[in-house]
């Protein structure tokens, strides 16, 4: 196809200054002139609309798994459920430190991010072909995270609107488990409170 769009346009490009159309042109009836004229505007006419075609057809051919597609955005510590078309077989996280996968059914999926970075989901059916192929970019849970640099220890703050500690991996080893052993008791003393209110209503 290639082949003969390119002879084409060389054809159309060599007519206008062929030597022998213009030994006719000094020579021959007006007549014949317009003829020779209207015959290579078609042919001119004919090799773009062949060029056009074999682009149009170049990109039909890649079909649609060669055009990019956004990736699935998910934010740290939020879930986000995901249908497919057919019976999930296998999933695949190419890195389950940044998102993780959970299958509620064999066509719903919930896929939850848990630290920053982007990775990639793939879901297969029982032939082993596959079903879907996303990329899975997991950003920060609120624009109002701030992140804090002293020298090269790091701590994110989520200021919504008072700023309070929000541990994410990347943080300083010390004041990330420092946080999450806070929130842990905290967590802790509301289980706490809370069977003590359900003791005393029985």
């Known amino acids: 196809m290639n082949m003969i769009v390119n002879r084409l346009l060389q054809v159309s490009i ?8 213009t030994n006719i042109f000094h020579a021959a009836p007006r007549s014949m002139i317009e003829h020779r004229i209207g015959y290579m505007r ?7 609309l062949l060029l056009a075609s074999a682009v149009l057809s170049s990109f039909s051919l890649m079909g649609p798994a060669a055009i990019a597609k956004e990736p699935l955005r998910i934010k740290v510590d939020y879930a986000r459920v995901m249908r497919i078309a057919e019976p999930a ?12 996968a959970t299958v509620k059914n064999r066509q719903m ?8 970075g982007t990775t990639n989901l793939i879901i297969l059916n029982e032939a082993g072909e596959t079903i879907a192929n996303e990329t899975i970019s ?3 849970a ?7 640099y002293r020298g090269a220890k790091r701590q994110t703050l989520n ?23 806070q929130f842990g008791e905290r967590s802790k003393l509301a ?12």
């Open 14 to 21: 060599l007519l206008p200054v062929n030597r022998t159309f």
């Open 42 to 48: 078609a042919v001119n006419q004919f090799a773009r």
């Open 89 to 100: 077989a296998t999933v695949i996280i190419g890195n389950p430190a940044i998102a993780d």
């Open 109 to 116: 999926l919930v896929i939850t991010g848990k630290s920053f």
């Open 138 to 140: 997991v950003g920060a």
């Open 142 to 148: 609120s624009d109002l995270a701030v992140t804090i």
């Open 159 to 181: 200021c919504d609107p008072v700023c309070q500690p929000a541990p994410y991996a990347g943080d300083d080893s010390e004041l990330f488990s420092t946080t999450i052993a």
């Open 191 to 202: 289980e706490e409170q809370l069977q003590a209110q359900e003791s005393t209503a029985q």
